[in-house]
T-cell receptor
């Protein structure tokens, strides 16, 4: 069964600290993996998208890693800011045609305290 | 600003009401989507339109009726909804149906629906 599991479900950190969010998936075939940031009451916004051949990708203070062999990804946030408080959603895409599908994780709710 | 605009942002309706959600994309995309996001659940794909033709309907109850009059606009007509239909409804677009899988998906801000 194609699934995307994220951990932890929620996380609280102090401003300025680093944190790492995890995503494990069983989706096959694999096309790409995306991380989205969703502020409360807003739509998801793309942070990174990685294909099979990419191991790491950065977007400012956000760095995503992908291990396609173990089917794991992580999102590392450096020097957290209050504006990083949001839900982070891992999405795995299967296939590369109109038959492909997106599989969404439940998200990790990150709260950054001052 | 993602280029996908949804209205209204908030909607409260009774179970006997009829209302509509509107989505407009300014990106020149050919595929548009409706997603449902309930608390603590993954996003659920409801409908997919490609070049104004409905290409996917994921067993959505008939009380939800989509309409795509052109490639820039997408509506979700609502009637006789149930309280469990309360959720955030997200519209998204992509360059085309394949790009929605292989590339970027752009989401609107969502319409928060409460059914009393």
């Amino acid at each position: 069964k194609n699934q995307v599991e994220q951990s932890p479900q929620s996380l609280i950190i102090l401003e300025g600290k680093n944190c790492t969010l995890q995503c494990n998936y069983t989706v096959s075939p694999f096309s790409n993996l995306r991380w989205y940031k969703q502020d409360t009451g807003r739509g998801p916004v793309s942070l990174t998208i990685m294909t099979f051949s990419e191991n790491t990708k950065s977007n400012g203070r956000y760095t995503a890693t992908l291990d396609a062999d173990t089917k794991q990804s992580s999102l590392h946030i450096t020097a957290s800011q209050l504006s990083d408080s949001a839900s982070y959603i891992c999405v795995v895409s299967s296939g590369g045609s109109t038959l492909g599908r997106l599989y969404f994780g439940r998200g990790t709710q990150l709260t950054v305290w001052p | 600003e993602t280029g996908v605009t949804q209205t209204p942002r908030h909607l409260v309706m009774g179970m006997t009401n009829k209302k509509s959600l509107k989505c407009e994309q300014h990106l020149g995309h050919n595929a548009m989507y409706w997603y449902k996001q309930s608390a603590k659940k993954p996003l659920e794909l409801m409908f997919v339109y490609s070049l104004e033709e409905r290409v996917e309907n994921n067993s959505v109850p008939s009380r939800f009726s989509p309409e795509c009059p052109n490639s820039s606009h997408l509506f979700l007509h609502l009637h006789t909804l149930q309280p469990e239909d309360s959720a955030l409804y997200l519209c998204a677009s992509s360059q085309d149906r394949v790009a929605g899988v292989t590339g970027e998906l752009f989401f609107g801000e969502g319409s928060r629906l409460t059914v009393l």
